[in-house]
């Protein structure tokens, strides 16, 4: 904007014309001196002037000149449109949106400052009580969560005590195959030791296939009982 000068970073943001330098810091004074006053904190990052209240809650505060739009003609008769300040200061508040405070013919911004900090005020308690509200709204949600996620674990624990129901129930059907065999190989007459022997070992693996029991087999350790096919490992895995 043509005819102003403006503040580097780490200062408050202010863009004004030259003959407005002294009134905008006195405005900036007032405004620093009242937000002290109610207890916000003063910050100045880079873009400017800061305060913060209640939970961090934060708005920014700039000063500006407003302008008046331009017709001009450049010696070569080229024409353009330029924004020319005017005069006239506003203080612009931004948060989630931008409001402002600007001279009016029967106002300066200095006679609207108590306005000013009333607006504001209330905009952070609007802010506070949102934020409030989300936070009910969360712990609602996180609540909700964890009583669908019990809800889920008791129907998993249902699912997976049936699933072994249903799978003892087959490896019994199995089981009771496998003795009936076992038994009717028993009976037979004119046994060899070998087949003696073969005996032994089916009916030890009988013990360890029944689902009334828990019985552990070195060799057999990594083999599901209902699947009778090796259990998948996690991990890095070596075979030597």
């Given at each position: 904007?043509?005819?102003?000068?403006q503040?580097?970073?780490?200062?408050?943001s202010?863009?004004?014309s030259?003959?407005?330098?002294?009134r905008?810091?006195?405005?900036?004074?007032?405004?620093?001196?009242?937000?002290?006053?109610?207890g916000?904190?003063?910050?100045?990052p880079?873009?400017?002037?800061?305060?913060?209240?209640?939970?961090?809650?934060?708005?920014?505060?700039y000063?500006?000149?407003?302008?008046?739009?331009?017709?001009?003609?450049?010696?070569?008769?080229?024409?353009?449109?330029?924004?020319?300040?005017?005069?006239?200061?506003?203080?612009?508040?931004?948060?989630?949106?931008?409001?402002?405070?600007?001279?009016?013919?029967?106002?300066?911004v200095?006679?609207?400052?108590?306005?000013?900090?009333?607006?504001?005020?209330?905009?952070?308690?609007?802010?506070?009580?949102?934020?409030?509200?989300?936070?009910?709204?969360q712990q609602?949600?996180?609540?909700?969560?964890?009583?669908?996620?019990?809800?889920?674990?008791?129907k998993?624990?249902?699912?997976?005590?049936?699933?072994?129901?249903?799978?003892?129930?087959?490896?019994?059907?199995?089981?009771?195959?496998?003795?009936?065999?076992?038994?009717?190989?028993?009976?037979?007459e004119?046994k060899?030791?070998?087949?003696?022997?073969?005996?032994?070992?089916?009916?030890?693996?009988?013990?360890?296939?029944?689902?009334?029991?828990?019985?552990?087999?070195?060799?057999?350790?990594?083999?599901?009982?209902?699947?009778?096919?090796?259990?998948?490992?996690?991990?890095?895995?070596?075979?030597?």
């Amino acid at each position: 904007m043509k005819g102003t000068v403006q503040t580097d970073r780490s200062f408050p943001s202010i863009i004004v014309s030259p003959k407005n330098i002294s009134r905008s810091l006195r405005i900036l004074d007032n405004l620093i001196k009242n937000f002290r006053l109610l207890g916000y904190k003063i910050d100045l990052p880079d873009e400017g002037l800061n305060i913060v209240a209640y939970d961090d809650d934060k708005m920014s505060i700039y000063i500006r000149e407003k302008s008046n739009v331009v017709d001009t003609t450049s010696d070569y008769g080229w024409k353009s449109r330029d924004l020319v300040a005017n005069g006239k200061l506003s203080v612009k508040v931004h948060s989630f949106g931008t409001f402002e405070f600007a001279d009016t013919n029967k106002l300066l911004v200095e006679d609207q400052i108590e306005k000013i900090l009333i607006k504001i005020e209330s905009e952070f308690q609007q802010m506070h009580y949102r934020r409030k509200q989300r936070e009910i709204e969360q712990q609602k949600y996180e609540e909700l969560k964890k009583i669908e996620q019990a809800k889920q674990q008791i129907k998993a624990d249902e699912l997976k005590k049936f699933i072994e129901f249903y799978n003892d129930a087959h490896r019994w059907k199995k089981f009771t195959i496998f003795k009936e065999y076992h038994t009717f190989l028993e009976s037979q007459e004119n046994k060899t030791a070998e087949f003696q022997e073969w005996l032994s070992w089916a009916k030890s693996k009988l013990d360890w296939y029944n689902p009334m029991f828990d019985i552990e087999d070195e060799l057999l350790s990594d083999v599901d009982k209902d699947s009778l096919t090796f259990k998948k490992k996690s991990g890095n895995n070596f075979y030597f």
